[in-house]
Nanobody, 126 residues
Framework: QVQLVESGGGLVQAGGSLRLSCAAS????????MGWFRQAPGKEREFVGA????????YYADSVRGRFTISRDNAKNTVYLQMNSLKPEDKAVYYC???????????????????WGQGTQVTVSS
């Protein structure tokens, strides 16, 4: 079993930055690919970014590429999402997720992930 706890959400003005953190416990974090997803009111959960267990590869949604950066610190069992140049359309609940595998070809899809956090709210004012 893996427990994931997100933090770092909040209210920020458009153009500002936030850094989300996701602390993992329970399973060997270093062997899990990690992903970030978001869900806005009335919309489906969508992929934001992902990172393989060995930090070799990162993946991003087109809507955030160049603005968001995903990273991980295996010594701290934590994955991060640095969000810069935030836009009002980035407003959503952000979830981190853990995959039992190191790097899954389905890494952009929610169904590939086995464990989910409770989410953290990000609000961007215009």
């Amino acid at each position: 079993q893996v427990q994931l706890v997100e933090s770092g959400g909040g209210l920020v003005q458009a153009g500002g930055s936030l850094r989300l953190s996701c602390a993992a416990s329970g399973r060997t974090f270093s062997s899990s690919a990690m992903g970030w997803f978001r869900q806005a009111p009335g919309k489906e959960r969508e992929f934001v970014g992902a990172i393989t267990c060995s930090v070799v590869n990162t993946y991003y949604a087109d809507s955030v590429r160049g603005r968001f950066t995903i990273s991980r610190d295996n010594a701290k069992n934590t994955v991060y999402l640095q969000m810069n140049s935030l836009k009002p359309e980035d407003k959503a609940v952000y979830y981190c997720a853990a995959d039992k595998s190191c790097g899954d070809p389905r890494i952009r899809y929610a169904y590939a992930y086995d464990y989910w956090g409770q989410g953290t709210q990000v609000t961007v004012s215009s």
